[in-house]
């Protein structure tokens, strides 16, 4: 528990503050703040960190350690996939609300879904992104 609360707890503290509600208090202020609020979010990110002491326990474990390290690539490359799919359809929505100007939400029929179909159009084209010679 101390060590806990040497570290993990205030990463854990902050991440839990309801950025939105926070930047919703400050609706008057400039929308680069509002942004710079947003960012804050990624903290979450450093509880990544904590997948060392996983990956510790399964090495302890006597599991292949081809397995371990196939199954570690994988987890790494959906990762990675997910967070250029975040990226993509962020800036689809980025565009729409700045210049109003077409994307492939738009031109591919996706106005009108809900959030896990763009979710699944953009994971689909960044996985085939990925593993083919591209776009």
């Known amino acids: 528990v101390y060590h806990y609360l040497q570290f993990w707890f205030w990463i854990d503290l902050i991440s839990t503050i309801p950025f939105s509600v926070v930047g919703s208090w400050f609706a008057t202020a400039n929308v680069s703040v509002l ?55 962020y800036m689809a929505l980025e565009k729409e609300q700045t210049t109003g100007g077409e994307t492939w939400v738009n031109e591919l029929g996706y106005a009108d879904k809900n959030v896990y179909d763009l979710y699944v159009a953009s994971l689909y084209y960044v996985m085939v992104t990925m593993m083919t010679v591209g776009d």
């Open 35 to 89: 942004r710079g609020i947003k960012l804050l979010r990624l903290l979450r990110i450093v509880k990544l960190f904590r997948f060392h002491k996983f990956d510790e326990t399964l090495q302890n474990l006597r599991v292949n350690q081809h397995v371990i390290s196939l199954v570690v690539l994988l987890l790494g490359i959906f990762f990675i996939a997910h967070l250029f799919a975040c990226g993509w359809h």
